[in-house]
Protein backbone atom coordinates (compact mmCIF):
# COMPACT_ATOMS: atom_id res chain seq x y z
CA UNK A 1 0.00 0.00 0.00
CA UNK A 2 2.40 2.42 0.66
CA UNK A 3 4.55 1.44 -2.40
CA UNK A 4 1.55 2.46 -4.45
CA UNK A 5 0.96 5.82 -2.38
CA UNK A 6 4.21 6.33 -3.44
CA UNK A 7 3.90 5.40 -6.88
CA UNK A 8 0.84 8.02 -6.94
CA UNK A 9 2.84 10.88 -5.10
CA UNK A 10 5.71 10.48 -7.75
CA UNK A 11 3.66 10.46 -10.87
CA UNK A 12 1.52 13.64 -9.44
CA UNK A 13 4.78 15.36 -9.20
CA UNK A 14 6.11 14.56 -12.21
CA UNK A 15 2.47 15.63 -14.28
CA UNK A 16 2.62 19.12 -12.25
CA UNK A 17 6.05 19.58 -13.49
CA UNK A 18 4.75 18.81 -16.64
CA UNK A 19 4.64 21.97 -19.16
CA UNK A 20 1.84 22.31 -21.34
CA UNK A 21 2.58 21.66 -25.64
CA UNK A 22 3.00 24.84 -27.05
CA UNK A 23 0.66 25.00 -29.65
CA UNK A 24 1.07 29.04 -31.49
CA UNK A 25 3.50 31.30 -31.72
CA UNK A 26 3.54 33.66 -28.80
CA UNK A 27 1.65 36.97 -29.14
CA UNK A 28 4.13 39.09 -28.23
CA UNK A 29 6.64 37.30 -31.05
CA UNK A 30 3.99 37.87 -33.64
CA UNK A 31 4.04 41.07 -32.60
CA UNK A 32 7.91 41.52 -33.10
CA UNK A 33 6.93 39.38 -36.26
CA UNK A 34 4.44 41.63 -37.84
CA UNK A 35 6.94 45.27 -37.02
CA UNK A 36 9.69 43.39 -39.61
CA UNK A 37 8.10 44.04 -42.30
CA UNK A 38 9.78 43.31 -44.70
CA UNK A 39 12.27 40.17 -45.42
CA UNK A 40 14.56 38.37 -48.25
CA UNK A 41 13.39 34.76 -49.45
CA UNK A 42 16.18 32.81 -50.79
CA UNK A 43 15.64 30.13 -52.92
CA UNK A 44 18.86 27.54 -53.61
CA UNK A 45 19.68 24.16 -54.64
CA UNK A 46 21.57 21.51 -56.66
CA UNK A 47 19.58 21.72 -59.59
CA UNK A 48 19.74 25.83 -60.12
CA UNK A 49 22.91 24.68 -61.77
CA UNK A 50 20.39 23.15 -65.10
CA UNK A 51 17.82 26.44 -64.22
CA UNK A 52 15.48 24.13 -63.62
CA UNK A 53 11.91 24.67 -61.27
CA UNK A 54 13.19 24.43 -57.53
CA UNK A 55 12.78 20.16 -56.38
CA UNK A 56 9.33 20.29 -58.67
CA UNK A 57 10.82 18.20 -61.57
CA UNK A 58 11.44 14.73 -59.62
CA UNK A 59 7.43 14.95 -58.83
CA UNK A 60 6.39 12.68 -61.33
CA UNK A 61 9.82 11.88 -62.94
CA UNK A 62 11.04 8.74 -64.52
CA UNK A 63 13.25 6.43 -62.40
CA UNK A 64 16.55 7.62 -64.16
CA UNK A 65 15.66 11.26 -64.14
CA UNK A 66 15.48 11.31 -60.22
CA UNK A 67 18.81 8.76 -59.89
CA UNK A 68 20.55 11.44 -62.53
CA UNK A 69 19.85 14.20 -60.11
CA UNK A 70 20.73 12.50 -56.58
CA UNK A 71 23.27 11.15 -58.27
CA UNK A 72 25.04 13.36 -60.80
CA UNK A 73 23.81 16.85 -59.59
CA UNK A 74 25.35 17.53 -56.62
CA UNK A 75 28.41 16.61 -58.41
CA UNK A 76 27.99 20.52 -60.28
CA UNK A 77 27.04 22.76 -57.43
CA UNK A 78 29.95 24.32 -56.76
CA UNK A 79 29.39 28.81 -55.97
CA UNK A 80 32.51 29.91 -55.79
CA UNK A 81 31.65 33.29 -56.02
CA UNK A 82 29.28 32.91 -52.98
CA UNK A 83 29.63 35.72 -50.50
CA UNK A 84 26.97 35.77 -48.04
CA UNK A 85 28.28 39.15 -46.09
CA UNK A 86 27.71 41.12 -49.67
CA UNK A 87 24.19 39.59 -49.44
CA UNK A 88 23.84 40.33 -46.12
CA UNK A 89 24.34 44.15 -46.47
CA UNK A 90 22.52 44.43 -49.75
CA UNK A 91 19.34 43.22 -47.92
CA UNK A 92 20.40 45.83 -44.90
CA UNK A 93 20.43 48.58 -47.91
CA UNK A 94 17.22 47.53 -49.06
CA UNK A 95 15.51 47.43 -45.99
CA UNK A 96 15.42 44.19 -45.13
CA UNK A 97 14.57 43.33 -41.38
CA UNK A 98 14.35 39.18 -41.97
CA UNK A 99 15.56 36.55 -44.19
CA UNK A 100 14.73 32.95 -44.71
CA UNK A 101 16.99 30.66 -46.44
CA UNK A 102 16.00 27.17 -47.99
CA UNK A 103 17.57 24.96 -46.03
CA UNK A 104 15.88 21.96 -47.09
CA UNK A 105 13.46 22.33 -50.33
CA UNK A 106 11.43 19.46 -51.44
CA UNK A 107 14.09 17.56 -52.89
CA UNK A 108 15.47 17.29 -49.79
CA UNK A 109 18.75 18.45 -50.70
CA UNK A 110 20.42 19.91 -46.95
CA UNK A 111 22.14 22.82 -47.40
CA UNK A 112 24.16 22.26 -44.29
CA UNK A 113 26.74 19.87 -42.50
CA UNK A 114 24.19 17.33 -41.34
CA UNK A 115 24.42 13.58 -40.48
CA UNK A 116 20.98 12.23 -41.51
CA UNK A 117 22.20 12.16 -45.12
CA UNK A 118 24.63 12.02 -47.54
CA UNK A 119 22.45 13.94 -49.75
CA UNK A 120 24.02 17.53 -48.56
CA UNK A 121 26.25 20.57 -49.47
CA UNK A 122 29.27 18.87 -47.61
CA UNK A 123 29.35 16.02 -50.51
CA UNK A 124 29.72 18.45 -53.40
CA UNK A 125 32.78 20.05 -54.85
CA UNK A 126 31.69 23.37 -52.35
CA UNK A 127 32.04 21.13 -49.15
CA UNK A 128 31.05 23.88 -47.01
CA UNK A 129 28.15 24.80 -44.68
CA UNK A 130 26.12 26.92 -46.99
CA UNK A 131 23.53 27.50 -44.17
CA UNK A 132 26.13 28.38 -41.14
CA UNK A 133 27.61 30.94 -43.48
CA UNK A 134 24.60 32.64 -44.14
CA UNK A 135 23.42 32.47 -40.80
CA UNK A 136 26.72 34.07 -39.02
CA UNK A 137 26.52 36.71 -42.05
CA UNK A 138 23.03 37.93 -41.36
CA UNK A 139 22.94 37.75 -37.97
CA UNK A 140 26.29 40.34 -37.78
CA UNK A 141 23.82 42.64 -39.93
CA UNK A 142 21.22 42.57 -37.23
CA UNK A 143 19.08 40.70 -39.88
CA UNK A 144 16.51 37.94 -37.81
CA UNK A 145 17.54 34.45 -38.97
CA UNK A 146 14.89 32.46 -40.71
CA UNK A 147 14.26 28.41 -42.33
CA UNK A 148 12.83 27.31 -44.53
CA UNK A 149 12.09 23.29 -43.99
CA UNK A 150 10.29 21.02 -46.41
CA UNK A 151 8.14 18.26 -44.29
CA UNK A 152 8.07 16.23 -47.71
CA UNK A 153 11.79 15.01 -48.81
CA UNK A 154 11.81 13.68 -52.19
CA UNK A 155 14.82 11.92 -51.72
CA UNK A 156 13.76 10.33 -48.86
CA UNK A 157 10.46 8.73 -50.75
CA UNK A 158 13.08 7.46 -53.77
CA UNK A 159 14.89 5.69 -51.32
CA UNK A 160 12.14 4.48 -49.40
CA UNK A 161 9.99 3.61 -52.66
CA UNK A 162 7.69 6.27 -52.12
CA UNK A 163 5.91 7.43 -55.02
CA UNK A 164 8.21 10.82 -55.36
CA UNK A 165 5.03 13.70 -55.15
CA UNK A 166 3.33 16.54 -52.61
CA UNK A 167 0.23 15.40 -51.22
CA UNK A 168 -0.67 12.90 -52.82
CA UNK A 169 -0.05 10.01 -51.08
CA UNK A 170 -0.37 8.96 -46.95
CA UNK A 171 3.21 8.45 -46.56
CA UNK A 172 4.10 11.65 -47.95
CA UNK A 173 2.32 13.47 -44.21
CA UNK A 174 5.16 12.71 -41.53
CA UNK A 175 1.91 12.20 -38.71
CA UNK A 176 0.93 9.15 -41.20
CA UNK A 177 4.77 8.32 -41.74
CA UNK A 178 6.95 7.57 -38.57
CA UNK A 179 10.00 7.12 -39.84
CA UNK A 180 9.87 10.63 -42.31
CA UNK A 181 8.48 12.25 -38.53
CA UNK A 182 11.67 11.07 -37.19
CA UNK A 183 14.01 11.61 -39.97
CA UNK A 184 12.13 15.53 -40.32
CA UNK A 185 12.98 15.66 -36.22
CA UNK A 186 16.92 15.05 -36.27
CA UNK A 187 17.19 17.26 -39.29
CA UNK A 188 15.42 20.14 -37.26
CA UNK A 189 17.20 19.21 -33.94
CA UNK A 190 20.59 19.56 -36.11
CA UNK A 191 19.12 23.16 -37.44
CA UNK A 192 17.83 24.33 -33.87
CA UNK A 193 20.88 23.31 -32.15
CA UNK A 194 24.45 23.39 -34.24
CA UNK A 195 23.70 27.55 -35.54
CA UNK A 196 22.42 29.70 -32.31
CA UNK A 197 18.68 31.18 -32.20
CA UNK A 198 16.95 30.69 -34.92
CA UNK A 199 13.90 33.32 -34.79
CA UNK A 200 11.67 32.10 -38.10
CA UNK A 201 10.11 28.88 -39.37
CA UNK A 202 8.46 28.53 -42.63
CA UNK A 203 7.22 24.85 -42.70
CA UNK A 204 6.45 24.39 -46.32
CA UNK A 205 4.31 21.22 -46.08
CA UNK A 206 2.26 19.36 -43.00
CA UNK A 207 3.93 20.48 -40.22
CA UNK A 208 1.29 18.52 -37.84
CA UNK A 209 4.01 17.55 -34.96
CA UNK A 210 6.68 19.05 -36.24
CA UNK A 211 6.00 22.56 -35.65
CA UNK A 212 4.86 21.24 -31.90
CA UNK A 213 8.65 19.94 -31.68
CA UNK A 214 10.15 23.03 -33.07
CA UNK A 215 8.17 25.42 -30.63
CA UNK A 216 9.65 22.95 -27.60
CA UNK A 217 13.38 23.46 -28.80
CA UNK A 218 12.20 27.27 -29.26
CA UNK A 219 9.57 28.40 -27.65
CA UNK A 220 10.09 32.17 -29.25
CA UNK A 221 10.07 30.66 -32.79
CA UNK A 222 7.80 32.37 -34.56
CA UNK A 223 6.48 30.20 -37.60
CA UNK A 224 5.00 31.51 -40.33
CA UNK A 225 3.71 28.79 -42.78
CA UNK A 226 1.89 26.11 -41.05
CA UNK A 227 0.85 28.80 -38.56
CA UNK A 228 -0.55 31.89 -40.49
CA UNK A 229 -1.79 32.87 -43.82
CA UNK A 230 0.98 33.26 -46.48
CA UNK A 231 -0.31 33.62 -49.74
CA UNK A 232 2.29 32.96 -52.60
CA UNK A 233 2.71 35.17 -55.40
CA UNK A 234 -0.97 36.82 -54.84
CA UNK A 235 -1.68 39.47 -52.65
CA UNK A 236 -5.71 40.27 -51.26
CA UNK A 237 -8.17 42.38 -52.27
CA UNK A 238 -8.38 43.36 -48.61
CA UNK A 239 -6.73 43.49 -45.14
CA UNK A 240 -6.55 40.20 -44.05
CA UNK A 241 -6.43 39.18 -39.83
CA UNK A 242 -3.32 39.58 -38.82
CA UNK A 243 -0.45 38.32 -39.03
CA UNK A 244 -0.05 37.19 -42.34
CA UNK A 245 2.81 37.46 -45.11
CA UNK A 246 2.74 37.88 -48.80
CA UNK A 247 5.52 35.37 -50.63
CA UNK A 248 6.91 36.53 -54.04
CA UNK A 249 9.25 36.12 -56.70
CA UNK A 250 11.08 38.82 -58.65
CA UNK A 251 10.74 37.07 -61.91
CA UNK A 252 8.59 34.55 -62.41
CA UNK A 253 10.36 31.24 -61.01
CA UNK A 254 11.98 30.46 -57.41
CA UNK A 255 14.93 29.37 -58.13
CA UNK A 256 17.59 30.60 -60.63
CA UNK A 257 15.88 30.68 -64.01
CA UNK A 258 18.38 31.56 -66.89
CA UNK A 259 15.89 31.91 -69.32
CA UNK A 260 12.20 33.31 -70.62
CA UNK A 261 12.27 34.80 -66.68
CA UNK A 262 10.93 38.65 -67.29
CA UNK A 263 11.45 40.42 -63.83
CA UNK A 264 8.85 43.12 -62.44
CA UNK A 265 10.18 46.84 -62.31
CA UNK A 266 11.40 48.36 -59.27
CA UNK A 267 8.32 50.45 -58.89
CA UNK A 268 6.16 47.91 -58.86
CA UNK A 269 7.97 45.57 -56.16
CA UNK A 270 7.58 49.27 -54.46
CA UNK A 271 3.75 49.12 -54.50
CA UNK A 272 3.92 45.94 -53.86
CA UNK A 273 5.08 46.31 -50.43
CA UNK A 274 3.16 49.55 -49.87
CA UNK A 275 0.35 47.73 -50.58
CA UNK A 276 0.92 44.62 -48.30
CA UNK A 277 1.94 46.58 -45.21
CA UNK A 278 -1.56 49.24 -45.96
CA UNK A 279 -3.39 45.57 -45.62
CA UNK A 280 -1.09 44.47 -42.27
CA UNK A 281 1.11 41.78 -43.93
CA UNK A 282 4.80 41.25 -44.35
CA UNK A 283 6.72 40.90 -47.68
CA UNK A 284 8.77 38.27 -48.43
CA UNK A 285 10.13 39.10 -51.22
CA UNK A 286 12.18 36.13 -53.06
CA UNK A 287 15.44 35.71 -54.43
CA UNK A 288 17.11 32.78 -56.82
CA UNK A 289 20.84 32.87 -56.57
CA UNK A 290 22.96 31.60 -59.67
CA UNK A 291 24.91 28.44 -59.43
CA UNK A 292 28.54 29.97 -58.88
CA UNK A 293 27.18 32.41 -56.20
CA UNK A 294 26.13 35.71 -57.66
CA UNK A 295 22.90 37.04 -57.44
CA UNK A 296 21.56 37.65 -60.74
CA UNK A 297 22.04 41.13 -61.70
CA UNK A 298 18.12 42.21 -62.48
CA UNK A 299 17.32 41.04 -58.71
CA UNK A 300 20.37 42.92 -57.86
CA UNK A 301 19.28 46.39 -59.56
CA UNK A 302 15.40 45.68 -58.14
CA UNK A 303 16.80 45.65 -54.52
CA UNK A 304 18.37 48.73 -55.09
CA UNK A 305 15.35 50.60 -56.31
CA UNK A 306 13.96 49.69 -53.11
CA UNK A 307 17.02 50.71 -51.08
CA UNK A 308 16.76 53.97 -52.53
CA UNK A 309 13.03 54.06 -51.65
CA UNK A 310 13.33 52.74 -48.55
CA UNK A 311 16.48 54.91 -47.60
CA UNK A 312 14.30 57.87 -47.43
CA UNK A 313 10.53 56.11 -46.77
CA UNK A 314 11.26 53.55 -44.35
CA UNK A 315 9.55 55.16 -41.54
CA UNK A 316 5.86 54.77 -43.12
CA UNK A 317 6.97 50.78 -43.55
CA UNK A 318 8.11 49.71 -40.19
CA UNK A 319 6.42 49.19 -36.43
CA UNK A 320 2.83 50.34 -38.26
CA UNK A 321 -0.59 48.67 -38.51
CA UNK A 322 -3.49 49.10 -41.35
CA UNK A 323 -6.12 51.67 -41.03
CA UNK A 324 -9.71 50.45 -41.48
CA UNK A 325 -9.81 51.74 -45.42
CA UNK A 326 -6.53 51.13 -46.41
CA UNK A 327 -6.79 53.31 -50.12
CA UNK A 328 -8.20 56.04 -51.81
CA UNK A 329 -7.56 55.96 -55.32
CA UNK A 330 -3.99 56.22 -55.64
CA UNK A 331 -2.99 56.57 -52.19
CA UNK A 332 -2.63 53.93 -49.95
CA UNK A 333 -2.36 54.36 -45.75
CA UNK A 334 -0.40 53.25 -43.15
CA UNK A 335 -0.67 53.93 -39.27
CA UNK A 336 1.95 54.55 -36.72
CA UNK A 337 1.70 51.75 -33.82
CA UNK A 338 1.20 54.33 -31.47
CA UNK A 339 -1.33 56.15 -33.50
CA UNK A 340 1.01 59.37 -33.56
CA UNK A 341 1.44 59.49 -37.47
CA UNK A 342 -0.70 58.73 -40.33
CA UNK A 343 1.08 58.18 -43.64
CA UNK A 344 -0.42 59.23 -47.13
CA UNK A 345 1.46 56.94 -50.18
CA UNK A 346 1.08 58.91 -53.18
CA UNK A 347 1.62 56.00 -55.75
CA UNK A 348 2.09 57.69 -60.00
CA UNK A 349 1.55 55.73 -62.84
CA UNK A 350 4.77 57.35 -63.87
CA UNK A 351 8.06 59.90 -63.65
CA UNK A 352 5.85 62.48 -65.52
CA UNK A 353 2.19 61.97 -63.19
CA UNK A 354 3.38 64.60 -61.12
CA UNK A 355 6.70 65.49 -61.96
CA UNK A 356 9.98 66.59 -59.92
CA UNK A 357 9.41 70.27 -58.79
CA UNK A 358 5.93 70.22 -59.72
CA UNK A 359 3.23 71.21 -57.12
CA UNK A 360 0.24 69.11 -56.32
CA UNK A 361 -3.00 69.29 -54.61
CA UNK A 362 -4.85 66.46 -52.95
CA UNK A 363 -7.88 65.86 -51.36
CA UNK A 364 -7.89 63.25 -48.49
CA UNK A 365 -11.30 62.49 -47.75
CA UNK A 366 -10.56 59.69 -44.54
CA UNK A 367 -8.26 62.58 -42.88
CA UNK A 368 -9.52 64.95 -40.70
CA UNK A 369 -7.35 67.90 -39.73
CA UNK A 370 -7.17 70.82 -37.17
CA UNK A 371 -4.93 73.72 -36.42
CA UNK A 372 -2.44 71.13 -35.06
CA UNK A 373 -2.07 69.12 -38.10
CA UNK A 374 0.93 69.05 -40.06
CA UNK A 375 2.08 67.44 -42.82
CA UNK A 376 5.80 67.00 -44.01
CA UNK A 377 7.29 64.53 -47.12
CA UNK A 378 9.25 62.07 -45.65
CA UNK A 379 12.98 62.59 -47.04
CA UNK A 380 12.23 66.12 -48.35
CA UNK A 381 12.34 69.31 -46.43
CA UNK A 382 10.03 71.37 -48.44
CA UNK A 383 12.31 74.38 -49.07
CA UNK A 384 14.14 73.77 -52.13
CA UNK A 385 13.78 72.94 -55.60
CA UNK A 386 17.70 72.64 -56.80
CA UNK A 387 18.38 75.32 -59.60
CA UNK A 388 15.17 76.70 -59.50
CA UNK A 389 15.25 80.30 -57.56
CA UNK A 390 12.60 81.72 -55.56
CA UNK A 391 10.48 79.33 -56.40
CA UNK A 392 8.10 78.27 -53.54
CA UNK A 393 8.52 74.50 -52.58
CA UNK A 394 6.31 74.95 -49.48
CA UNK A 395 3.54 72.46 -48.32
CA UNK A 396 0.65 73.72 -47.68
CA UNK A 397 -2.99 72.47 -45.33
CA UNK A 398 -6.64 72.92 -44.98
CA UNK A 399 -8.57 71.42 -43.15
CA UNK A 400 -12.23 71.28 -44.71
CA UNK A 401 -15.54 69.59 -44.61
CA UNK A 402 -14.43 67.73 -47.42
CA UNK A 403 -11.73 66.26 -45.80
CA UNK A 404 -7.79 67.33 -45.47
CA UNK A 405 -6.94 69.38 -48.20
CA UNK A 406 -3.01 69.18 -48.80
CA UNK A 407 -1.01 71.14 -51.45
CA UNK A 408 2.95 69.57 -51.82
CA UNK A 409 5.86 69.60 -54.06
CA UNK A 410 7.51 66.65 -55.20
CA UNK A 411 11.06 68.21 -54.71
CA UNK A 412 13.22 64.97 -53.72
CA UNK A 413 15.82 64.19 -56.51
CA UNK A 414 17.06 60.48 -56.72
CA UNK A 415 17.87 60.45 -60.72
CA UNK A 416 19.84 62.88 -62.74
CA UNK A 417 17.51 63.08 -65.47
CA UNK A 418 14.42 63.84 -62.74
CA UNK A 419 12.65 60.51 -63.82
CA UNK A 420 11.73 58.87 -60.51
CA UNK A 421 8.65 56.78 -60.82
CA UNK A 422 8.12 55.99 -57.49
CA UNK A 423 5.76 57.01 -54.81
CA UNK A 424 5.86 60.13 -52.64
CA UNK A 425 4.21 59.62 -48.68
CA UNK A 426 3.18 62.25 -47.11
CA UNK A 427 3.73 62.47 -42.72
CA UNK A 428 0.33 63.26 -41.32
CA UNK A 429 0.74 64.51 -37.00
CA UNK A 430 -2.13 65.82 -35.11
CA UNK A 431 -5.00 64.17 -37.40
CA UNK A 432 -7.66 61.37 -37.17
CA UNK A 433 -9.31 59.25 -39.51
CA UNK A 434 -12.44 58.70 -40.36
CA UNK A 435 -13.96 55.48 -42.09
CA UNK A 436 -16.44 57.36 -43.56
CA UNK A 437 -15.51 59.83 -46.03
CA UNK A 438 -17.46 62.83 -47.51
CA UNK A 439 -17.65 62.96 -51.55
CA UNK A 440 -14.56 64.68 -52.59
CA UNK A 441 -15.36 67.53 -54.94
CA UNK A 442 -13.75 67.73 -58.65
CA UNK A 443 -10.20 68.54 -58.80
CA UNK A 444 -10.35 71.33 -61.15
CA UNK A 445 -11.84 73.61 -58.26
CA UNK A 446 -8.73 72.77 -56.05
CA UNK A 447 -6.22 72.55 -58.57
CA UNK A 448 -3.81 75.23 -57.22
CA UNK A 449 -4.53 75.91 -53.64
CA UNK A 450 -2.67 77.04 -50.85
Not at 191 to 199: M, R, V, W
Not at 358 to 374: A, C, M, Q, S, Y
Request: with cysteine; hydrophobic share 35%; proline share 6%.
Amino acid sequence: MKKAILLLSLFLSLASQAQPVQTTNKPERVQWFQDLAFGLFIHWNVDATLGAVISHSLSGASENYREKYFQELPQFFNPEKFNPAAWAKLAKLAGMKYMVFTSKHHAGFCMWDTKTTNFNVMNTPFKRDITKELIDAFRKEGIAIGLYFSPEDFHYFHKNKIPVGRLQHPQHFPAQNPGLMEYDKRQLKELFTQYGKIDILFIDGPGDGLREYAWSLNPELVITRDAMNTPEQTTPNQSLPRPWEACYTMGTDWGYKPTNDPHKTGTQVINMLTEIRAKGGNFLLNIGPKPDGDIQIEQENLLREVALWNFANSEAIYAVKPLPVIREDNVWYTQSNDEKYIYAFITRSSADDWKYGDRKTFVLTHIEGNKNTKVTTLGYQAELVEYRKDYDAATYLSPTPLGLVISAVNGQRFYTNNKWPNSVVLRIENATFKAKATLKSTQSTIDGAK
